[in-house]
Structure formats: C-alpha cells, structure tokens
C-alpha cells in the first residue's frame, strides 16, 4: 500500500517514494527528500548499505540469503514507518 517505485538498469536501482510508472523526471520533483533520508539510515542500521539518495546495486556475490535479509529488513522499516510514507492511489 505505500506509494513507491523503483527505477533502474540492470543491477543499479534507485528507490523512489511516489506512485509509479515513472516516465520522465517531473513525478520525482513530488517526493519528499526526508524518506530517503529516512529510509538510508533505517536500512543501514539493519546492515543494509544504500545511498543518501535511494541508490542501491546488487552485487554479484549476493546469495538467496542475503537477498531474504534485505527483504525482511525493507519490510521491517515500511511496518515500521507506514504512518510516514505515501499512500498508493486506490
């Protein structure tokens, strides 16, 4: 239910608090630059680096198990902070 995309080439990604599809830049002048923020520095103290500003790349090395613990910690911070984060349009 949060209002996010993710856009991306291959194995570099970058997170993005609005509801998608995203076709050209404007729709990314709405989000707000606090949940980046905020989401950086919960995923780091759940031993998950990213960007200040959403970027993220996977790494060839990263296992079905590295994958679940990303998982498990993105859920953790959207439980966590879903009063914060955008609404999807119904």
Same mark, same amino acid.
């Given at each position: ?16 608090? %609005? ?9 990314? *002048?709405? @989000? *707000? $630059? ?6 950086? %520095? ?10 200040? #500003? ?10 079905? @198990?590295?994958? *679940? ?5 993105? *859920? ?11 609404? #999807? $349009?119904?």
């Amino acid at each position: 239910g949060v209002a996010a995309t993710v856009l991306g080439r291959g194995s570099l990604m970058n997170l993005h608090f %609005v509801p998608g599809p995203v076709d050209t830049p404007a729709p990314l *002048d709405e @989000q *707000d $630059p606090r949940l980046l923020a905020l989401w950086h %520095v919960e995923m780091m103290l759940r031993g998950y680096h990213t960007a200040p #500003r959403g970027m993220l790349a996977l790494s060839l090395p990263f296992t079905r @198990q590295d994958a *679940d613990g990303f998982i498990e910690a993105f *859920d953790d911070f959207l439980s966590v902070h879903r009063p914060l984060l955008p609404s #999807r $349009p119904a």
